[in-house]
């Protein structure tokens, strides 16, 4: 168990909607990543938090956008969803410097119908 | 940009075989370097790091060397057991200030008894 939960573990939907997930990162940890999991794109970096500032931006599509709370959890929101959004999502979490090692939770596998 | 390309699989061994998965890099300035390891139905692990050249990054029998002439992080174990069949990540973190990780496709890996 690495100490990151991430809910919830599946979650079906239909097109055109829009879901959030949610990421509790390990106690003390004040960074947050989200990564996807897709079997054509394989794992690609989403975005990061750092203490409730957004610190780094990847391949995230303009539908989908991010937040970190004064609490620390962090939610990933997805709109607009299209079948090619079906995949697992990852949540990790460090500490304070971006050179510390990222533990990861169990995911949030989406499917989109 | 950076990159990791790691060899295809699946591998299909038989227990107590020697385990290679190769792995390579592209970066620029002097990454960091990971092996992360997916067992079925669950979330990433590090299985180990190297963050400068010539470390050898080693945990539960698998060992990986920072090979900077070569831009190579391959990842072995000497005797492969039935309970180490995985997705096998081979990633990297860039010297930057962000903590985002740069993944490989991916090698799966099944030990047949």
């Known amino acids: 168990d690495s100490g990151v939960t991430q809910t919830p573990k599946h979650l079906i939907t239909a097109t055109g909607q829009r879901v959030t997930l949610r990421c509790s990162p390990r106690?003390?940890?004040?960074?947050v990543y989200w990564y996807q999991q897709s079997l054509d794109q394989g794992l690609q970096f989403l975005i990061q938090y750092y203490n409730g500032e957004e610190r780094a931006k990847g391949n995230i599509l303009e539908r989908f956008s991010a937040q970190q709370f004064p609490d620390l959890h962090s939610e990933l929101n997805l709109s607009s969803l299209e079948l090619g959004d079906s995949a697992l999502y990852f949540c990790a979490s460090s500490r304070m410097d971006p050179q510390e090692t990222q533990y990861f939770g169990p995911g949030t596998r989406l499917l989109v119908l | 940009g950076n990159s990791v390309t790691q060899m295809e699989g699946p591998v299909t061994l038989s227990e107590e075989a020697f385990l290679t998965i190769n792995c390579t890099y592209t970066?620029?300035?002097?990454?960091?370097l990971f092996w992360y390891v997916q067992y079925p139905g669950e979330g990433l692990q590090l299985l180990l790091k190297?963050?400068?050249?010539?470390d050898k990054g080693s945990n539960k029998g698998f060992e990986a060397t920072y090979r900077k002439e070569t831009t190579s992080f391959h990842l072995e174990k000497g005797s492969v057991q039935v309970s180490d069949s995985a997705v096998y990540f081979c990633a990297l973190r860039g010297s930057g200030n962000t903590g985002k990780l740069i993944f490989g496709q991916g090698t799966t890996l099944q030990v047949k008894p």
């Open positions: 106690s003390g940890d004040l960074s």
């Open positions: 190297a963050t400068k050249a010539d």
């Open positions: 970066a620029t300035g002097y990454p960091s």
